[in-house]
């Protein structure tokens, strides 16, 4: 099963406003990704936040890791179109250093 | 810098054949991972080389497999295609896996479509 799962599966919101999506996951990470993918391409890496840290800024996008719950969560401030994209958190863990994907958040931002 | 490459972009073949898709990391990535997308599906492992060495193995069928060159490029051969294997695969690139903070860098894919 998947390590991590994304909440919700799809938003919908207007040009401007916030995004934010969860991701909870199983066990125990070394540290937790990011990624955003475009209609039919390649994942992009958005931002890596270690098991130690707890909050993470990039530009518009802030990442927050509780590990006594197990989750994390992606803010998108201040959203325009071109973000629109599906968004998955990765894990990585374990001492093979694997690395999980969970389903996606599908994000669209109406103009 | 050059990305992670795929090839081809396209690829539609019938069930039971065979079929390879190939991937350049990026210059200095000695990790390659594949993966499995499944339309409106989220990204499913399937293997990690590094130098040269499969790392480890997702919950797939012997009639996925791979290999890694000298060069870290690396190919993934499906053999006896079967419908549900029509996805779009992705390679992805890192520094060495044991470094667990990099992250990985992706490829566009190879679509592959089974008639």
Not at chain 1, 44 to 56: A, C, D
Not at chain 2, 22 to 38: D, L, M
Not at chain 2, 67 to 81: C, D, G, I, K
Request: glycine share 8%.
């Amino acid at each position: 099963s998947q390590q991590g799962e994304e909440d919700p599966q799809a938003l919908s919101i207007q040009e401007g406003e916030n995004a934010t999506m969860n991701c909870s996951y199983k066990t125990s990470i070394n540290n937790l990704q990011w990624y955003r993918q475009n209609s039919g391409r390649g994942l992009v890496h958005l931002i890596l936040i270690r098991s130690n840290e707890r909050e993470k800024h990039s530009g518009r996008l802030r990442v927050t890791l509780d590990t006594s719950k197990k989750s994390s969560s992606l803010l998108i401030t201040a959203s325009r179109a071109a973000d629109t994209a599906s968004y998955f958190c990765a894990t990585r863990y374990g001492g093979y250093q694997k690395v999980t994907f969970g389903i996606g958040t599908k994000l669209q931002v109406i103009p | 810098e050059a990305g992670v490459t795929q090839s081809p972009t396209h690829l539609i073949k019938t069930r039971g054949q065979q079929v390879t898709l190939r991937c350049s990391p990026i210059s200095g990535h000695t990790s390659v991972y594949w993966y499995q997308q499944a339309l409106g599906l989220g990204l499913q492992f399937l293997l990690w080389y590094d130098e040269g060495e499969e790392r480890n193995r997702g919950n797939f069928p012997p009639r996925f497999s791979g290999r890694q060159f000298p060069n870290y490029s690396s190919e993934l051969n499906v053999n006896a295609l079967e419908l549900e294997d029509s996805a779009l695969y992705l390679c992805a690139s890192s520094f060495a896996g044991t470094r667990s903070n990099q992250p990985q860098h992706f490829g566009d894919g190879t679509r592959l479509s089974i008639l």
